[in-house]
């Protein structure tokens, strides 16, 4: 079935420098692939997403990019803050049917 | 815009009784509903599927008689667990999406159930 991978399932960075999380997904017809941010004990927020037809998306200190051919995208945060420390979930759809999440990403941000 | 509220945030309960959870759509009208398992430090698990009107759709391996959704209108769906056990006890969390893409989830604050 269809699946989405997710790494690294933990990532520690210092505050100001870049973080990077990778997604791969498996279903080629995938066209919609939003980034969530879940802070502990809390719901998941969108953050940003990207649709297929689209290589890039830019909001600020955060990034999305779409490799379609090779069935992967990635968030990227840059100037990190200690705020940023959450987890991210990323995830792959297509049009009416289930959303696929990733594992999650527990990222840090060391002040 | 796009909220979705979730009631109760918080119960515990003594196993066997059963539990009911409501998610509202409070700004907009959502044709379908989610209703995920979150285990800690583990990533969102769906467990069904629910459309306005008629009988919601379940992921392989979750019991529908055990989980009953009832989704009466377009801004409330509900989740019941039935006779819950304490490997019941979980975060339960809502989202709804817009119109028929199911892209954009809009997640509700999520439900902590704790059995006994």
């Known amino acids: 079935g269809e699946n989405v991978e997710q790494h690294p399932s933990t990532l520690s960075v210092q505050e100001g420098d870049s973080a990077v999380i990778k997604c791969t997904y498996s279903d080629s017809a995938s066209n919609y692939f939003p980034w969530y941010k879940q802070e502990l004990g809390k719901r998941p927020q969108l953050i940003i997403d990207i649709r297929s037809n689209v290589g890039e998306k830019k909001d600020q200190r955060i990034a999305v990019t779409l490799n379609k051919t090779a069935k992967h995208f990635s968030l990227h945060i840059t100037e990190t803050q200690p705020e940023d420390s959450a987890v991210y979930f990323c995830a792959a759809s297509k049009w009416g049917f289930k959303t696929i999440f990733g594992a999650g990403t527990r990222l840090f941000v060391k002040a | 815009g796009a909220v979705v509220s979730q009631h109760p945030s918080r119960v515990i309960c003594k196993s066997g009784t059963s539990v009911k959870i409501e998610c509202r759509s409070l700004?907009?009208?959502?044709?379908?509903m989610f209703w995920y398992r979150q285990f800690p430090k583990q990533s969102l698990m769906l467990m069904a599927t629910?459309?306005?009107?008629?009988?919601?759709?379940?992921e392989q391996g979750v019991e529908k008689d055990k989980f009953l959704i009832n989704h009466a209108s377009l801004t409330l769906s509900t989740l019941t667990v039935t006779s819950a056990h304490p490997e019941d006890s979980s975060f339960y969390i809502c989202?709804?999406?817009?119109?028929?893409?199911?892209?954009?989830?809009?997640f509700g604050p999520g439900t902590r159930l704790l059995v006994l």
């Open positions: 629910s459309n306005e009107g008629s009988k919601a759709t379940y």
């Open positions: 700004d907009f009208q959502a044709t379908t």
């Open positions: 989202s709804a999406s817009l119109g028929e893409a199911q892209e954009t989830q809009y």
